[in-house]
């Protein structure tokens, strides 16, 4: 997958993620608490673990 696509997914699952915790804050449900906002995060790591691993390739593949 290509790095600029793996930022605008990134971006629109912060922008989930951002409405998922106002609306736990807003029924007084600790995000830790909140099964929907800790999904979203753990999906959103996992984004960024392969925006990581997609960087590390390309500076492998960068000749010296």
Do not use: C, V
Not at 30 to 45: S, V
């Amino acid at each position: 997958m290509k790095m600029a696509s793996l930022n605008e997914m990134l971006e629109i699952e912060k922008e989930k993620l951002n409405r998922l915790a106002d609306e736990a804050l807003k029924n007084g449900i600790p995000l830790t608490q909140d099964d929907a906002f800790m999904e979203q995060n753990r999906k959103i790591d996992a984004l960024i673990f392969n925006i990581q691993m997609e960087k590390e390739m390309h500076r492998k593949k960068k000749p010296k």
